[in-house]
């Protein structure tokens, strides 16, 4: 279901209170045009010897129907008025709720003590396929700090291994919630909780991934029967990130003669979180030195 943005609801509340001030402006002014013709009025015949009885003219002297209607209206718009509160109570709630819980300030189910860390950039991937000048199809890795593709080495394998270095950390009783208040679940000892924070098990999951598709060197043995659960649970969990997260920056597109269609460049800017200062802070956690983290960049983009 649909909802309307909170400025036109305040603009709807805004409208409603308007109108009922102008409505009230109107009528007491109306009322007190009337009064004043019905002063006169009983007045003037007041000055009648023969036609001032009460018993002729029961209705002279009696408030006029006009207040009447102004109590019934008054009552009417009293209720809009109360409407009208109630709308712009909600409307404010969710306001300052939307600002609360948000991607830059953490959502309620984050981890509180990791919000105060994020920050907001903008990056432009790397790793597109290109064409380079010999006409073959290559990843383009310029402006990356980091590789982390291609043939299995120590290198390569040391920069998924800091990725990974802080995949398991421990918080204390007062940091073992989520900004909502939530409570974690596993209490690793008295007074000390155990969890992952979700990233970083995605990361783990793409890196077992990668390692598939060079499984002589790094599977040699048979795989059992757990390689391949793991394998599908890495993938399905990766599948509901992308869809929870569901990143709607849109692609550029740049038209080929050559394959005579619309090709991808690769050169959109993407907003996302800092996640170097996020690993940073989650590596300190951990209770290692932090100058194993080697102080190095690990976002793909630039």
């Given at each position: ?9 305040y ?6 209170l ?11 002014e109306s ?8 002063n ?46 109630v709308?712009l ?12 819980h948000s ?13 105060p860390?994020i ?13 380079n ?5 290559v ?11 291609g043939?299995p ?29 939530q ?20 990361l ?28 599908n ?21 740049k038209?080929?003669?050559?394959h ?27 209770g ?13 983009g630039?």
């Amino acid at each position: 279901m649909s909802t309307r943005p909170h400025y036109e609801l305040y603009a709807i509340v805004h409208g409603h209170l308007v109108s009922t001030i102008n409505w009230l402006r109107l009528r007491l002014e109306s009322l007190r045009s009337a009064s004043q013709n019905h002063n006169e009025a009983s007045y003037n015949a007041l000055n009648k010897e023969e036609y001032d009885s009460d018993d002729l003219h029961p209705t002279i002297g009696r408030p006029p129907l006009t207040w009447r209607c102004l109590a019934l209206g008054l009552a009417e718009r009293l209720v809009w008025m109360l409407c009208s509160a109630v709308l712009l109570s909600v409307v404010v709630i969710q306001h300052f709720n939307t600002q609360m819980h948000s991607y830059e300030t953490g959502f309620a189910t984050d981890l509180a003590v990791a919000t105060p860390h994020i920050a907001i950039q903008e990056i432009v991937y790397t790793g597109g396929v290109v064409r380079n000048d010999e006409g073959k199809l290559v990843l383009d890795h310029s402006g990356a700090s980091t590789i982390y593709v291609g043939e299995p080495s120590a290198e390569l394998d040391e920069s998924w291994d800091r990725l990974e270095s802080a995949i398991e950390i421990t918080l204390q009783s007062h940091e073992a919630k989520t900004k909502d208040g939530q409570m974690l679940d596993t209490m690793q000892s008295e007074g000390e909780y155990r969890t992952s924070l979700d990233v970083v098990h995605s990361l783990h999951c793409l890196n077992q991934l990668r390692k598939v598709l060079y499984r002589e060197y790094y599977f040699p043995n048979r795989p059992n029967e757990f390689f391949y659960t793991h394998m599908n649970h890495c993938i399905d969990h990766l599948r509901q990130a992308l869809q929870c997260h569901a990143d709607l920056t849109p692609l550029n597109y740049k038209w080929s003669e050559e394959h005579d269609r619309a090709l991808p460049t690769w050169s959109s800017k993407h907003t996302c979180r800092d996640f170097d200062k996020m690993l940073r802070w989650d590596f300190t956690m951990t209770g290692k030195p932090l100058s194993e983290t080697k102080e190095y960049k690990s976002h793909q983009g630039s």
